[in-house]
């Protein structure tokens, strides 16, 4: 069974740094496609940030240059290093791969940022 658990959510104020980590099981981490999304209240959930099994990234560009993602292979897991914070990036942060031709989610970790 696949599970992806999102941890490192808080209340901050802006200009903090947060690191969320997605721990990950049941899946070949080396050969996944790792993505952190976020849903903010009343929006639709956002492609943030993207890491491949090779170790490309992608960022949407609000976040491009503030944000980082990176993953360690030996703890099967994805980080997402979000520092100068703003109140927009107030949301729900999710984790997501595609795995066997299904998507995984992650439950969520709230991130709240105030000004």
């Known amino acids: 069974q696949v599970h992806l658990v999102e941890s490192g959510g808080a209340v901050v104020q802006a200009g903090a740094s947060l690191r969320l980590s997605c721990q990950t099981s049941?899946?070949?981490?080396?050969?996944?496609?790792m993505d952190w999304h976020r849903q903010a209240p009343g929006k639709q959930r956002e492609l943030v940030a993207t890491i491949s099994s090779g170790g490309d990234t992608d960022y949407a560009h609000a976040v491009a240059g503030r944000f980082t993602v990176s993953r360690s292979w030996p703890r099967a897991t994805a980080y997402l290093q979000m520092n100068s914070l703003k109140p927009e990036d107030t949301a729900v942060y999710y984790c997501h791969t595609k795995y066997r031709g299904s998507d995984w989610w992650g439950r969520g970790t709230q991130v709240t940022v105030s000004s």
């Open positions: 049941g899946i070949n981490f080396k050969i996944a496609t």
